[in-house]
């Protein structure tokens, strides 16, 4: 059994900088490939990145390529997802997942991946 929680979210001006955090329990954290999604109102869950075990690894959504960064930290048990150059369009509560799975599944098939943290809100104000 894997907890997640999520921290770090606010709110922010367009054009700005959020770093979220998802720190985990137990200790088997450098098994698990660590994703981050993102669910806005009214809208379908979004595949925003993934890092695979020790972070060589990673994958994101096209449309956010080049405004977040996803990172771990093993020792911590943490993952964290860097975004910049916010936009209004960016506002969405901000989920982190965890499985023994490729980082490509995180993307291709969300609904299969095991573990989820409640979110962080993200609202971004132009």
């Known amino acids: 059994q894997v907890q997640l929680v999520e921290s770090g979210g606010g709110l922010v001006q367009a054009g700005g900088s959020l770093r979220l955090s998802c720190a985990t329990s137990g200790r088997t954290f450098n098994t698990y490939t660590m994703g981050w999604f993102r669910q806005a109102p009214g809208k379908e869950r979004e595949f925003v990145a993934a890092?695979?075990?020790?972070?060589?690894?990673?994958r994101y959504a096209d449309s956010l390529k080049g405004r977040v960064t996803i990172s771990r930290d093993n020792a911590k048990n943490t993952a964290y997802l860097q975004m910049n150059s916010l936009k209004p369009e960016d506002t969405a509560v901000y989920h982190c997942?965890?499985?023994?799975?490729?980082?490509?599944?995180?993307?291709?098939?969300?609904?299969?991946?095991?573990?989820w943290g409640q979110g962080t809100q993200v609202t971004v104000s132009s």
């Open positions: 890092s695979s075990l020790g972070g060589a690894i990673t």
């Open positions: 997942a965890a499985d023994i799975a490729p980082v490509s599944r995180f993307a291709s098939q969300p609904n299969t991946i095991q573990y």
